[in-house]
């Protein structure tokens, strides 16, 4: 079993920053591409950023020059530096793993979510 654990979500006032965290435990053999996904309410989930194991990061254009993405490998660790923050970020922030289990199965996964509410 692999778990996704996030950290860091909260209220913050426009223009503030907030730093999320989430860790991979359980059976890793190795951690694969990681990433952070957002939802808000009434919306569709959507890509906010990705990070490869080689560190190759990639953005959605709304967040651009606001965010940052990086990624501890040994620890299984990624983290969303996110600055400037705008109301239009409040949503539920999730973070996501492509995982090789013990077995070598690889499958992706989920975390909880984290709630972000950035007030106006």
């Known amino acids: 079993q692999v778990q996704l654990v996030e950290s860091g979500g909260g209220l913050v006032q426009s223009g503030g920053s907030l730093r999320l965290s989430c860790t991979a435990s359980g059976s890793i053999l190795r951690v694969e591409a990681m990433g952070w996904y957002r939802q808000a309410p009434g919306k569709q989930r959507e890509l906010v950023a990705t990070?490869?194991?080689?560190?190759?990061?990639d953005y959605v254009d709304s967040v651009k020059g606001r965010f940052t993405i990086s990624r501890d490998n040994a620890k299984n660790t990624v983290s969303l530096q996110m600055a400037s923050l705008q109301p239009e970020d409040t949503a539920v922030y999730y973070c996501?793993?492509?995982?090789?289990?013990?077995?070598?199965?690889?499958?992706?996964?989920w975390g909880q979510g984290t709630q972000v509410t950035v007030s106006s």
């Open positions: 996501n793993a492509d995982v090789y289990d013990t077995t070598w199965a690889q499958n992706n996964y």
């Open positions: 990070i490869t194991r080689g560190g190759t990061t």
